[in-house]
């Protein structure tokens, strides 16, 4: 089984920072990418933030230049360092993770996983 688990989230002002942690353990055999998305109350599912296993990293033009996405490839972890954090920035943001995990038999396969969600609130 693998579980991805978020942690960081929370209630910050306008201006504020947070840290955003995803943790991904299990049977896995290799990480493929990793990423950041939110999803506002009516809103699509949007992408913040990836990053792939060479280390390249794209980012939601909103979020350009405030938001870092960073990987620890020994802890399986992904972290997300968000800056000058604005109102329209509130939403539930998942962790998203494209695993190679080894199955019964040594069968590998490659799937994404999603994490529970972690709410940010930002109040102007």
């Known amino acids: 089984q693998v579980q991805l688990v978020e942690s960081g989230g929370g209630l910050v002002q306008a201006g504020g920072s947070l840290r955003l942690s995803c943790a991904a353990s299990g049977s896995i055999f290799s990480i493929n990418a990793m990423g950041w998305y939110r999803q506002a109350p009516g809103k699509q599912r949007e992408l913040v933030a990836g990053?792939?296993?060479?280390?390249?990293?794209n980012y939601a033009d909103s979020v350009k230049g405030r938001f870092t996405i960073s990987r620890d490839n020994a802890q399986n972890t992904v972290y997300l360092q968000m800056n000058s954090l604005k109102p329209e920035d509130t939403s539930v943001y998942y962790c998203n993770a494209r695993l190679t995990t080894i199955q019964a038999m040594g069968v590998r396969t490659v799937r994404g996983y999603w994490g529970q969600g972690t709410q940010v609130t930002v109040s102007s």
């Open positions: 990053i792939i296993s060479g280390g390249s990293t």
